[in-house]
């Protein structure tokens, strides 16, 4: 993974000659790539980690499994916001987490966390590094270094049961490695965020991932039967059960609790025999509205899609949902919805054509397979054709949130004409874009991305667009975080999503696990 | 309701002489009825509330909404639970909360909880009264009074909202009310437990319960979308949205706290149409395990019930599952399941023919509609049995659990072993039954039902069986409780349920928004 873009450097493009002439029309930006400094030019933060402190974590991880070295620092220095890849580009000193350690079992995880405890260290739990959130950001807090606590080495299928469909997966297996594991086995996760070639199973349940496959097999935390924690005040081995009314369920407040109360190790999770049949279905609508009554009579029927989005106007108008033809001649017009099928054939039948029904009742006209079947060719690409932008000189950046189906206009609203006027107000026009891609009985996910110039500091330009748009999004009923997370950019409004009380709840949880308060300080809780 | 039986006076049934005859034959119970002491003829504990503290309450909620008096004591001074109804017979002085108060508002029971934290009075807070385990017991556990705090006045249908599918309903309503509300608007929860004549709106979320339609409708927790709790330190208000990666899902905290955290005043619902086509097939399964493997098809593949459940053989042999006839000639044979299917004309005949083509498959035969109509007609009656045989001289009482569709044959083994080994133990035969009736895609739950013969003191010979068999789910992978929850009777287990330090984390909760310690005191947390 490339420490100052996205990912796989291979899959890296330029901008197209389409795109190029979108940018220049519509925001006055050349798209001529500004390049950054080569990983050696880029200056880190000194380690300030003893030599008394890296004897002692060597002795618990080996030698070999522990690291000072740049090279292994800086592709944990953060994560992968907007915001962090503008920060890459510095020439100044860079904050970077002090060592990098990488355990190889529970036992050695809980004596970095004893050690650390009683060093005063800070330790950052560390999966894929795909936050956009600063959710891995190496905050010192007053300790005296941070550390990286890398969880690759629990890479793991720890268990598979056919019979009651769950396996055991280890935390530091990353999206594909998981698939390829339970592929063999002729079973399936189904959880496909845009961060999926990256991130881990740990990462997904730390943060309450949420992947395009959710209609049909639910969210990250939905698939999570049991997990097992390693905090500093002893192991959490939690779900007994697919079900239980044994008191609260206390996975819940560890499938979100982002490396501040313990590091998960492994997580049973629901898995599905590989589908024996994919069926694919592109949908317009005259307008957004129109598409989003169209997605809750789907959901609210259960008539059982996979896969079901729907794009906005601009979305659609510049083929963002096809990676391939972005800024190209406009592919369907009106709003594109896709919808993807899984399952037996007989399954895949009835729920295809109840499906059909619903949304032809709705206002919708079918475009066939193609267009869905582009969709899922440049799924998770669209952070590729970020890099691009941002070395050509705009600001593109992405946020979501979710709310009721009644609430979804008035929120969808807010929050594209905050983004136009925050930005206008740093003077520049912007492409405002908008697509559901989650539902539920009761609501839906809103996903944004922008598009504008950058102008001054890019840095400071957009953090002020994301405090408007966070107040936004507060004001007008929305979470501030459907499925990116806290960590340490959305901090500043949890307080206003759980109330103060809720906020002492999730401090006194933190006192009760890790009362050392080493991990990961500055995220989550406010 | 009736004090010293289940529910409605009315509907009480002397055992039918089919019952008789099983009784006799298998139990050696005669079904002669022992009536027990008259309301104005049991004594309670006399009331420690000062008439300083009387004062102060009446006070705050108006003197007509508080009262001492032994007639409005007694139905508050517990469960209905086998042992609760057995000691209400008894003829000693028996425990009851020092007064009941009824508030009418959140700021009575915010200025209630404020008085009782201030003078060390507890609090039970009180719906429907049909915990079964021990969840609503006076205990005063080191305070100087323990006062029952009744729901009841919150019993509005606070909004409706149609196009996100979600009603906001007062805590105290009790399942008919809430239904009938919903169903002058159009729409319905669907939460149908054995309790649903009695219990509320708020003891359903504190409780976690579980309905009889819960394979389509869900488990109540997942119908949650938001709650309203006021707790000695302050208020909550949780869930700003359908979903959200904001952190902990502190809604899951407060489900399933049975009164310990706070006190639940109103619930955010996921509601639906009422539907539109009900049908309705029973089917018959050689044995258990073909028939539960037939249910983990239909729930694997989702061909979308709203009610599924199977009875075991013996269940199926006595006709359990339909209590107009119970013990007489065997209606079925082998194993019998119900299943139901409700909504829109179209969608219920697609799952009906994939749920028909699944079961089909797996070895069931067609029953036909009269069976399930016959389990539907008499689904809440169950309990009125019960209070007939406790009368005659048998002992009878429900438990449950649920664990992964792996271990389910092993734990339905080894429950059903140890109901019958103990029992011998206490010198009876018994007769044990049990049935699947609420399914998920990695597990399931069983009920058992057992009768035997009343021996010696039938309150000490069950806390007996009780103990051996909660001991036997914990050795064979269930859970303590799928839907009756924890109370005091569970609280043994719940170490092993979470671990020490999960019953750490609840302390630290409960420290956190009840410094006080005074809410429901000896429930949940060991």
Redesign the interface.
């Known amino acids: 993974m490339k420490w100052d873009a996205w990912g796989d450097p291979a899959l890296a493009k330029p901008l197209s000659e389409d795109i190029k002439g979108l940018l220049a029309a519509v925001l006055g930006v050349s798209g001529e790539v500004v390049a950054g400094p080569a990983a050696d030019k880029v200056v880190l933060r000194p380690s300030t980690l003893a030599d008394d402190d890296l004897k002692a974590l060597a002795a618990i991880v080996g030698a070999s499994w522990l690291s000072t070295r740049d090279a292994d620092r800086l592709p944990r220095s953060g994560g992968k916001s907007t915001p962090d890849l503008l920060r890459r580009k510095s020439r100044e000193p860079q904050d970077a987490p002090d060592a990098v350690v990488l355990p190889g079992s529970e036992e050695e995880i809980a004596a970095v966390l004893a050690l650390c405890a009683e060093r005063r260290i800070a330790v950052v739990p560390f999966g894929g590094g795909t936050s956009v959130v600063g959710g891995v950001d190496p905050i010192r807090a007053g300790f005296t270094a941070v550390l990286s606590l890398d969880m690759r080495r629990f890479d793991q299928l720890l268990t598979l049961?056919e019979?009651?469909?769950?396996a055991v997966l280890g935390a530091g297996l990353a999206g594909p490695q998981a698939e390829a594991l339970l592929a063999a086995r002729g079973y399936e996760l189904g959880h496909y965020p845009q961060s999926f070639r990256f991130a881990t199973i740990g990462g997904f349940a730390a943060?309450?991932?949420?992947g395009q496959d959710s209609a049909g097999y639910g969210?990250f935390?939905e698939m999570v039967?049991g997990l097992r924690v390693i905090?500093p005040?002893?192991?959490?081995?939690?779900g007994?059960?697919?079900?239980?009314?044994?008191?609260?369920?206390?996975?819940?407040?560890?499938?979100?609790?982002?490396g501040v109360f313990g590091v998960i190790t492994a997580v049973r999770l629901?898995v599905?025999p590989l589908p024996a049949v994919r069926e694919f279905e592109a949908w317009s609508f005259p307008d957004f509205a129109t598409g989003a009554a169209a997605l809750?009579a789907v959901e609210?029927?259960?008539?059982?899609p996979t896969v079901i989005r729907l794009s906005d106007e601009t979305e659609t108008a510049v083929n963002l949902a096809m990676t391939d033809q972005i800024g190209g001649t406009q592919v369907t017009g009106g709003c594109l919805a896709v919808t993807v099928f899984e399952?037996?054939a007989?399954?895949v039948a009835?729920r295809h054509?109840?499906t059909r029904?619903a949304l032809l009742a709705a206002g919708g006209t079918s475009l066939g397979e193609a267009p869905a079947r582009a969709w899922e060719h440049g799924r998770f690409n669209a952070p590729y054709l970020r890099d691009a932008l941002l070395a050509g000189g705009a600001l593109c950046e992405t946020l979501e949130?979710?709310?009721?189906?009644?609430?979804l206009d008035g929120l969808k609203a807010a929050v594209s004409q905050t983004l136009q006027s925050a930005l206008q107000d740093t003077g520049s026009a912007s492409l405002v874009m908008c697509h559901i891609s989650?539902v539920?009985?009761?609501?839906?996910?809103l996903y944004f991305t922008v598009v504008a110039a950058q102008q001054g500091e890019p840095i400071e330009q957009w953090a002020g667009v994301k405090h408007a748009v966070g107040d936004a999004i507060m004001a007008n009923?929305?979470?501030?975080?459907?499925?990116?997370?806290?960590g340490a950019d959305?901090r500043p409004?949890?307080d206003q999503?759980?109330?103060?009380?809720?906020t002492?709840?999730?401090?006194?949880?933190k006192?009760?696990?890790d009362p050392a308060g080493i991990l990961n300080p500055g995220k989550?809780?406010p």
Chains 1, 2 share one sequence.
Do not use: C, N
């Open positions: 049961d019979v009651s469909g769950e943060t309450r991932s949420s969210r935390d039967r905090t005040a002893g192991i959490l081995d939690l007994r059960a697919p079900a239980s009314a044994a008191g609260p369920d206390l996975r819940e407040l560890f499938l979100g609790s982002e629901r599905h809750r609210q029927q259960g008539t059982g399952g037996d007989e399954q009835a054509a109840l029904a949130t979710a709310t009721g189906w009644a609430q989650h539920y009985p009761t609501g839906a996910s009923g929305g979470t501030i975080s459907h499925h990116h997370a806290v959305h409004w949890m999503e759980i109330g103060e009380l809720g002492r709840i999730l401090r006194a949880v006192d009760a696990v989550l809780i």
